[in-house]
């Protein structure tokens, strides 16, 4: 995993600078899931290897971030719902999406992993990059990208499955096979969601009877089943009460401990407060502000920002 | 006016308790009397409803159970001329179309109603099928009948046979079904769809993986009722699976023969059918009594298909969310 990960960043750091011409583009599908199953402290270094990945470029004044967007705009018909957004994310920090309702913070999330693309009509403009590689021209698989950009919604939506099936059935349907390596990697997938210790007697039973904090978390869990290294969650606590959101807050800070590199889309600003490295305002369909959390809050800088933040607005 | 001042009269000060009795003024009065007049009125209509389905159901069951409990009639050979024919053939071969039209008519209708619902551009495709799937099913089932004479009898070359009849009946049929199977569909959430694609599924997988199964229960449930409807029907399999039954000898094998129940190109007078027939031109001195053991079969084979629909629908559903 680790050394697959170096190599995969390396490259983008080299096609950045273009100088292609090696062949070992991207790992073969099917291969990655059964590879990467890494062991806790993989992940726990997870920022340092991303610091690693930039000082192994040539260029050291190339950082590539986990997932970027330059000038994303989204339009729906000949409605523009979002204009220009570009923003970074990196491994291992939460970054929270903040905003009024209708401001563009999920459409721009949605614009992340392609999910856009199923909606009709839906057109996204401006560049996406995945460490370092251009996802937004169509020369990327989308089904493929969503392979490594996990995404969890506002309302619970566990399938109609037990427990178990609901974790194991992306990754068998992208090739894991073999009944030991599905169990271990449902139990890694519960347990990076924190959902292992309530429901590990009970993985044969419908995952509809459980709560709908449980089911939040369970469809945390089936995201992290494909181990991804992005995860876009939409809102995942609104359909919640505040210990069950607490709860996920935990999770999510976890598993930014272990590397990977979260994008949430929130409208309770304590929530961002307590959870993000970082803050990003949009508001009208344009990004406003981008901060780390601590200085956002204290010190905004934009009027919009300061309004919204004080109540004025939203 | 003279309301509004009457209403102002009785509201309420804020913190002073109400002068007047908290009695029923005129207003209130009159909507309870409607209350009362709207929920008497609909209970008339239901046990009306009820009431016509028990008498018939009743004179049914009393005039046809005697015939229909009979093995000799459930298992024998209709007859020309004589008392005490039998509706073996029928029943087996209103079965037996059954089965080849579902075989038929769920396939196309599974995959009109994915399509539809999944890929077919909204807007004018799709509103263009709807409005053609709303006409096919108010289509009287005799013109089904004559256009499947025309079509499978005649244009085919196949004849009276199980095969035209089982075409004619999937015309018939397909509408509903799609429309059952569509609504299905449609009734899983789209949440269950975006959680599938977000994990980097096919839409393909998607749909067969996901909305399927989420929806199968609703579509187990429809396709049974419908095939009630297929069961049922007379006036479309009169020109098309025909009005005479051969007898059938089930050690034959020999799928060209006439005898043999499985061949596809034999004619099959159903149970319905076979009603029509024998009010309509039967000379058996039993007629009465052959056409309500006929209906009394007819119906309790609705009656099972019912049930059936209502359990396989509920046991799948438990199934499915493993609860």
């Known amino acids: 995993m680790n050394v697959m990960n170096r190599n995969r960043r390396q490259l983008t750091v080299l096609d950045l600078l273009g100088r292609s011409g090696d062949t070992r583009t991207r790992t073969p599908r099917g291969a990655r899931t059964h590879e990467s199953k890494p062991d806790v402290q993989d992940r726990t270094n997870g920022s340092d290897r991303s610091v690693q990945a930039w000082t192994n470029g040539s260029d050291r004044s190339v950082h590539v971030h986990t997932l970027a967007t330059k000038d994303v705009s989204v339009l729906y018909g000949d409605h523009r719902a979002l204009q220009g957004a570009s923003l970074a994310f990196d491994a291992g920090t939460v970054t929270a999406l903040i905003g009024p309702s209708g401001c563009g913070k999920s459409t721009y999330l949605r614009s992340l992993n392609l999910m856009n693309r199923e909606v009709p009509g839906c057109t996204v403009e401006g560049s996406i990059l995945y460490h370092g590689q251009e996802v937004n021209d169509g020369s990327v698989d989308s089904f493929a990208l969503r392979r490594h950009v996990g995404m969890v919604f506002q309302q619970p939506n566990p399938f109609r499955m037990s427990i178990y099936d609901n974790v194991a059935f992306a990754p068998k349907r992208h090739g894991v096979k073999g009944k030991q390596d599905l169990d271990e990697l449902v139990e890694k997938s519960l347990r990076d969601a924190a959902l292992w210790d309530e429901v590990k007697d009970k993985l044969a039973t419908s995952a509809l009877a459980l709560s709908g904090g449980q089911q939040q978390r369970l469809c945390i869990a089936r995201a992290m089943a494909l181990r991804p290294d992005v995860l876009l969650m939409d809102e995942p606590c609104s359909a919640l009460d505040p210990i069950a959101t607490l709860a996920i807050e935990d999770t999510v800070r976890s598993l930014a401990a272990q590397g990977i590199c979260v994008a949430m889309v929130t409208h309770n600003m304590q929530q961002a407060a307590r959870v993000s490295d970082k803050c990003a305002f949009f508001y009208l369909g344009e990004l406003v502000e981008t901060a780390p959390t601590q200085g956002f809050f204290d010190n905004p800088r934009d009027p919009r920002t300061q309004d919204y933040l004080s109540g004025r607005v939203g | 006016m003279a309301l509004l001042e009457e209403f102002n009269k009785v509201a309420a000060v804020p913190g002073v308790a109400p002068e007047a009795p908290l009695l029923a003024d005129k207003g209130i009065a009159r909507a309870r009397l409607a209350n009362v007049v709207g929920t008497r009125a609909m209970g008339v209509v239901c046990v009306t409803a009820t009431a016509v389905i028990a008498l018939l159901v009743g004179a049914l069951v009393v005039q046809g159970s005697e015939k229909a409990l009979d093995w000799g009639f459930l298992t024998g050979a209709p007859q020309q001329f004589l008392e005490g024919g039998g509706i073996g053939p029928e029943l087996f071969n209103s079965f037996y179309l059954l089965v080849i039209t579902m075989l038929i008519s769920v396939p196309l209708a599974l995959g009109a109603a994915v399509f539809l619902t999944q890929y ?114 007379a006036a479309a399999l009169i020109y098309t699976a025909g009005q005479t039954a051969p007898v059938l000898d089930f050690s034959c094998l020999d799928l060209s023969s006439p005898t043999c129940p499985w061949n596809v190109f034999r004619p099959a007078e159903t149970l319905a059918v076979h009603i029509w027939k024998i009010n309509s031109e039967g000379v058996v001195p039993d007629l009465a009594a052959v056409s309500a053991g006929t209906a009394a079969v007819l119906l309790a084979s609705l009656l099972v298909f019912n049930l059936l629909a209502r359990f396989a629908g509920k046991l799948l559903e438990k199934r499915m969310t493993s609860s």
Do not use: H, Y
């Not at chain 2, 099928?129 to 009948?145: D, F, M, N, R, W």
């Not at chain 2, 256009?147 to 095969?163: H, K």
């Not at chain 2, 009946?169 to 569509?182: E, K, S, W």
């Open chain 2, 120 to 233: 077919a551009p909204q807007g004018r495709v799709a509103s263009a099928a709807k409005t053609a799937i709303e006409t096919l099913s108010s289509l009287p089932s005799v013109v089904v009948g004559l256009f499947g004479m025309t079509v499978f009898v005649i244009g085919a070359g196949w004849g009276f046979s199980i095969l035209s009849g089982a075409c004619a009946l999937t015309l018939f049929n397909l509408p509903i079904l799609v429309r059952t199977i569509q609504q299905a569909l449609e009734s899983v959430p789209r949440s269950q769809r975006d959680a599938a694609l977000a994990l980097g599924l096919t839409r393909w997988e998607a749909t067969w993986r996901v909305l399927l199964p989420s929806a199968t229960p609703a579509i187990v449930t429809g396709v049974i009722l419908s095939a009630g409807r297929v069961f049922g029907e």
